[in-house]
């Protein structure tokens, strides 16, 4: 099976944005693939922000990425873009740091037109990382989710969590077609 590397942007813990990844690391894991996750907030904020490939925890980030046949990026919307913790991340990697993989751009917003930023600004730039395949986006309103009081977690609609599964089937074919070696050893 392939492995997968799935990135949570979210600035926020908990966060719709991360259960959504939770989500698809549940959905991936359960197909036998071996899921590596990464939360952008976690990295220690002045190497990200100055740039510090050299910093251990930015090049062990930048590694999961040329380890990975696939890559899940899980966003929110903010002022009709995705996050700038994920632009931040993705300026680290090579030129080439997505040559090979298959990716599968998520979003969470307040609005439907939001959803244009999996298009019109989320796929230009995994595309100028090399990506090959960036399959069909998906965008999870923000309130398709319920949010626990005690807990701060997060639950999908049941239709929503139809869809979403969708959308990783969708990145499975494609990573089985790209990847074959990967996904049948």
């Not at 939360?39 to 510090?52: G, S």
Request: aromatic residues 4%; glycine residues 6%.
């Amino acid at each position: 099976m392939a492995t997968i590397l799935t990135v949570s942007a979210s600035p926020a813990s908990p966060s719709k944005t991360a259960r959504t990844r939770s989500l698809v690391d549940g959905y991936l894991a359960d197909a036998g693939h071996t899921v590596r996750s990464l939360d952008v907030r976690d990295l220690p904020p002045a190497a990200l922000l100055h740039a510090d490939t050299t910093h251990p925890a930015i090049a062990a980030a930048i590694e999961l990425f040329a380890g990975a046949d696939g890559v899940v990026v899980a966003t929110p919307v903010y002022k009709a873009s995705f996050s700038g913790l994920l632009k931040t991340l993705l300026d680290l990697l090579p030129q080439s740091g997505l040559a090979n993989k298959v990716v599968l751009p998520l979003a969470t917003g307040g609005t439907l037109a939001h959803v244009l930023i999996l298009d019109y600004a989320l796929r230009p730039v995994l595309t100028a990382l090399g990506a090959p395949a960036v399959v069909q986006g998906h965008f999870l309103l923000d309130q398709t989710f319920t949010l626990d009081p005690d807990s701060g977690q997060a639950t999908l609609t049941a239709d929503s969590e139809v869809s979403l599964r969708r959308a990783v089937d969708r990145f499975e074919r494609e990573l089985a077609v790209r990847a074959p070696v990967a996904v049948a050893a």
